[in-house]
């Protein structure tokens, strides 16, 4: 017995929209962002932050990049109760919910991301974190091991080694390249700060997309990103203290 045209139809919108919601919920490859901070830079053009307050020269931060965050590029604030939207955007994050972490991950945060004194890891898994479908323990461990790759390879080196020094944007490009291979500097932008008459280097941004994870390649994430504009050309890289 044929089967009715109108029933084909239906059946046809039904595959249709099932396909459409699979996509949706289970896309192919995760954009990110990858939010990597000069600490010193920050923290010269933000002095009144807790976190800024009490440098170290022989911290972490002197010397190695600080976490910013990891961000999935498609929504922001997911399942988050508007309250908590609201009190993160009018910046109380003290206020947001508190970040459960196993008690390891929680003192390797407080190191390398000193904005922790500031509740920023609130306000990043409210913004961001929510959105990666992870918890809370697996979406920080993957952005410290992200954050652990940059400060293993020759960019923290020519940060390290030029402080208190200009970098171009080039110098950074070409660092990302030797570290992660060919084309990977088209992949990173950097972020400037006016100081005085000074520039100074305060952050890169780093297109990622895939599966982010320990053991995984970080060059094969960066090269699957798409490139981006330089951002600001060069600046100083500062050294600990303010100047």
């Keep these: ?44 053009t933000q002095p009144d932050k807790r976190e800024c307050r009490n440098q170290g ?3 972490f931060e002197a010397t190695n990049f600080t ?7 498609q929504t922001d604030y997911c399942g988050v109760p508007s309250s908590d939207i609201n009190a993160d955007k009018s910046g109380r994050w003290s206020s947001l919910p508190s970040v459960d972490l196993s008690p390891a991950l929680r003192t390797r945060l407080d190191e390398v991301m000193p904005g922790t004194r500031s509740s920023l890891e609130r306000h990043e898994w ?3 974190g ?8 697996t979406y920080y461990g993957n952005a410290l091991w992200v954050l652990d790759e940059l400060n ?17 944007q080039d ?12 084309g990977a500097g088209q992949r990173v932008r950097v972020s400037c700060e006016r100081d005085g008459n000074r520039r100074l280097v305060t952050e ?3 297109g990622l997309v895939g599966t982010i994870k320990p053991g995984a390649s970080l060059a094969e994430l960066i090269a699957a990103a798409s490139p981006t504009d330089g951002g600001c050309d060069g600046g100083i890289v500062d050294p600990i203290g303010f100047q």
Excluded at 12 to 29: E, F, N, Q, S, V
Excluded at 130 to 137: F, R, V
Excluded at 152 to 168: E, H, T
Aim: aromatic share 10%; hydrophobic share 45%; proline share 6%.
């Design 67 to 73: 976490l910013h965050g990891l961000w999935p590029q």
């Design 130 to 137: 929510t959105c990666s479908g992870q918890d809370q323990e």
């Design 171 to 182: 110098q950074i490009r070409g660092a990302f390249d030797k570290a992660f291979g060919p």
């Design 1 to 44: 017995m044929p089967i009715p045209k109108t029933t084909l139809a239906i059946a046809g919108l039904l595959a249709i929209a099932a396909a459409t919601a699979w996509t949706t919920l289970a896309p192919a490859a995760q954009r990110y962002v990858f939010a990597a901070s000069w600490q010193p830079g920050f923290c010269e």
């Design 152 to 168: 293993q390879s020759a960019v923290r080196q020519l940060f390290a080694s030029n402080i208190g020094k200009r970098v171009s």
């Design 57 to 59: 020269r022989k911290s």
């Design 126 to 128: 409210t913004k961001h």
């Design 204 to 206: 890169l941004t780093i």
